[in-house]
């Protein structure tokens, strides 16, 4: 368990290691800022894409087979990361890098195979969140070495640790008993990520582009009538890449529904706080801290929700993970509606952040680790890593709307705040404010997908 969870870790801190080099990756790969935001979006994109087919794999031929390949993939983009001075291999390190963020949803369904019955439920919650643990790390850990050693070492730093990893999951984490063989969907795999690269593309670049560009308008209409095409192929076919029956089911539905809640909701509070944190003092909501310093006032956030994972393994035996996910939800909207009072009453400061990140953080534990535990309620063993790769592209979309939404709000109300390099633009506290809103309403919406998933009886016991 310890080795899976530092997997999830690994792979957790590949999504927020380059965060720190955002203002200089136009300089460092000779490029323009619109070319290197890409850097961000490919990971996106590639890790959408790439987990419900890995899940399968990973059901069809061996869950800590593809769990390794994962691994290996983040080994292999860092190291290209690593050797990169232009955008187009460095683009090439990233979507690498991406491909691994399906560890995540593999380890989940591989506890499900090799844990006993009695500790599945607070291993389920540790490996989920592993995500806060590696999202709290990541700043600090890029921040520092990028500062004091060079932005390559940052790279070598993460291929070593994610081969590292991968030796001690080959040498010490069993492989699961349980594959289930068959022909591969190639098709529908083609299918799928078309359509999922025309709506997480539009929706991470609708901003950028502008949302009535033909660029945008083209991808929608693109996803549409992919999607609509995939879901004709996939239907009723025998060895289909995703499920259609059990992921449409209402059990199944409703979860996916409150996870692109809870991926809105964990992206907002990545997104709202460190500006606020990193904004001079001048600025309508500025604390004025250094990225450093910034990071590790955020840090206790992921700690508090890998803590509260157990919590919620604790309410899903005692309430089931329905009730668990639910009140997870609105600890969660508490954590908002705190933000909320920080923000009216004009008491922004890294004391306020620290006690909502850490509300938030709670909140997250519960529900993330939740999840996987009610998707497998529903959900055959031998069909756990697809499931649990579809539950997690949901996330991401979810992580995709946020960007959308809070970055166009954030972006569209802008102040200018005195430094001593001239002034420089934020975001007023009114534009948080409505994000902030807009946050706490997804939050609601979780809540009551949650609360409205029937209760069921696992489908089945878990291999020892």
């Given at each position: 368990?310890?080795?899976?969870?530092?997997?999830?870790?690994?792979?957790?801190?590949?999504?927020?290691?380059?965060?720190?080099?955002?203002?200089?990756?136009?300089?460092?790969?000779?490029?323009?800022?619109?070319?290197?935001?890409?850097?961000?979006?490919?990971?996106?994109?590639?890790?959408?894409?790439?987990?419900?087919?890995?899940?399968?794999?990973?059901?069809?031929?061996?869950?800590?087979?593809?769990?390794?390949?994962?691994?290996?993939?983040?080994?292999?983009?860092?190291?290209?990361?690593?050797?990169?001075?232009?955008?187009?291999?460095?683009?090439?390190?990233?979507?690498?890098?991406?491909?691994?963020?399906?560890?995540?949803?593999?380890?989940?369904?591989?506890?499900?195979?090799?844990?006993?019955?009695?500790?599945?439920?607070?291993?389920?919650?540790?490996?989920?969140?592993?995500?806060?643990?590696?999202?709290?790390?990541?700043?600090?850990?890029?921040?520092?070495?990028?500062?004091?050693?060079?932005?390559?070492?940052?790279?070598?730093?993460?291929?070593?640790?994610?081969?590292?990893?991968?030796?001690?999951?080959?040498?010490?984490?069993?492989?699961?008993?349980?594959?289930?063989?068959?022909?591969?969907?190639?098709?529908?795999?083609?299918?799928?990520?078309?359509?999922?690269?025309?709506?997480?593309?539009?929706?991470?670049?609708?901003?950028?582009?502008?949302?009535?560009?033909?660029?945008?308008?083209?991808?929608?209409?693109?996803?549409?009538?992919?999607?609509?095409?995939?879901?004709?192929?996939?239907?009723?076919?025998?060895?289909?890449?995703?499920?259609?029956?059990?992921?449409?089911?209402?059990?199944?539905?409703?979860?996916?529904?409150?996870?692109?809640?809870?991926?809105?909701?964990?992206?907002?509070?990545?997104?709202?706080?460190?500006?606020?944190?990193?904004?001079?003092?001048?600025?309508?909501?500025?604390?004025?801290?250094?990225?450093?310093?910034?990071?590790?006032?955020l840090m206790p956030g992921g700690l508090v929700m890998f803590g509260f994972s157990y919590v919620s393994a604790w309410m899903s035996r005692s309430f089931g993970p329905r009730i668990a996910l639910g009140i997870g939800s609105l600890v969660i909207g508490a954590g908002y509606s705190t933000f909320l009072v920080m923000l009216t009453e004009g008491h922004a400061g890294w004391v306020w952040l620290i006690?909502?990140?850490?509300?938030?953080?709670?909140?997250?534990?519960?529900?993330?680790?939740?999840?996987?535990?009610?998707?497998?309620?529903?959900?055959?063993?031998?069909?756990?890593?697809?499931?649990?790769?579809?539950?997690?592209?949901?996330?991401?979309?979810?992580?995709?709307?946020?960007?959308?939404?809070?970055?166009?709000?954030l972006a569209s109300s802008i102040a200018l705040a005195d430094t001593p390099h001239g002034p420089v633009p934020v975001p007023t506290t009114g534009a948080y404010i409505i994000a902030a809103t807009i946050s706490l309403v997804v939050c609601l919406l979780a809540a009551v997908a949650a609360f409205s998933v029937p209760r069921s009886t696992l489908v089945d016991e878990p291999v020892v």
């Amino acid at each position: 368990m310890a080795v899976l969870c530092a997997a999830g870790i690994v792979v957790s801190l590949m999504q927020t290691i380059i965060v720190p080099l955002i203002p200089e990756l136009p300089t460092l790969l000779h490029t323009s800022t619109t070319n290197a935001s890409w850097a961000l979006t490919i990971t996106l994109l590639m890790g959408a894409v790439v987990t419900p087919i890995s899940g399968r794999l990973g059901d069809m031929i061996g869950k800590r087979r593809m769990l390794l390949a994962c691994l290996g993939a983040v080994a292999a983009g860092s190291v290209v990361c690593a050797l990169s001075s232009s955008l187009i291999p460095f683009l090439i390190g990233r979507g690498l890098q991406g491909m691994g963020i399906g560890t995540v949803a593999l380890g989940i369904s591989l506890i499900r195979d090799i844990v006993p019955p009695q500790r599945l439920g607070s291993s389920i919650g540790a490996m989920s969140a592993s995500l806060g643990v590696g999202g709290s790390l990541g700043l600090p850990f890029a921040a520092v070495i990028a500062q004091h050693v060079s932005w390559h070492a940052l790279f070598w730093v993460s291929g070593a640790v994610a081969v590292c990893v991968a030796l001690i999951v080959a040498a010490t984490v069993p492989a699961s008993s349980i594959a289930t063989g068959g022909r591969f969907d190639l098709i529908g795999a083609l299918g799928l990520s078309v359509f999922m690269v025309c709506i997480l593309l539009a929706l991470s670049k609708g901003h950028e582009w502008g949302w009535t560009s033909p660029a945008v308008l083209g991808l929608f209409a693109g996803f549409v009538a992919s999607s609509l095409l995939w879901w004709r192929y996939e239907r009723g076919r025998p060895n289909a890449l995703i499920d259609l029956t059990i992921n449409v089911s209402r059990p199944i539905l409703l979860t996916n529904i409150a996870s692109i809640a809870a991926g809105f909701v964990f992206y907002a509070m990545q997104m709202m706080p460190i500006q606020i944190l990193m904004a001079p003092e001048s600025a309508p909501s500025g604390v004025g801290l250094p990225m450093v310093e910034a990071s590790l006032v955020l840090m206790p956030g992921g700690l508090v929700m890998f803590g509260f994972s157990y919590v919620s393994a604790w309410m899903s035996r005692s309430f089931g993970p329905r009730i668990a996910l639910g009140i997870g939800s609105l600890v969660i909207g508490a954590g908002y509606s705190t933000f909320l009072v920080m923000l009216t009453e004009g008491h922004a400061g890294w004391v306020w952040l620290i006690i909502v990140n850490c509300i938030v953080g709670a909140g997250l534990g519960v529900a993330y680790s939740a999840m996987p535990a009610l998707i497998m309620e529903w959900v055959p063993v031998t069909q756990t890593g697809e499931a649990n790769g579809v539950n997690s592209t949901m996330r991401s979309i979810g992580t995709s709307l946020a960007t959308a939404v809070v970055g166009m709000i954030l972006a569209s109300s802008i102040a200018l705040a005195d430094t001593p390099h001239g002034p420089v633009p934020v975001p007023t506290t009114g534009a948080y404010i409505i994000a902030a809103t807009i946050s706490l309403v997804v939050c609601l919406l979780a809540a009551v997908a949650a609360f409205s998933v029937p209760r069921s009886t696992l489908v089945d016991e878990p291999v020892v």
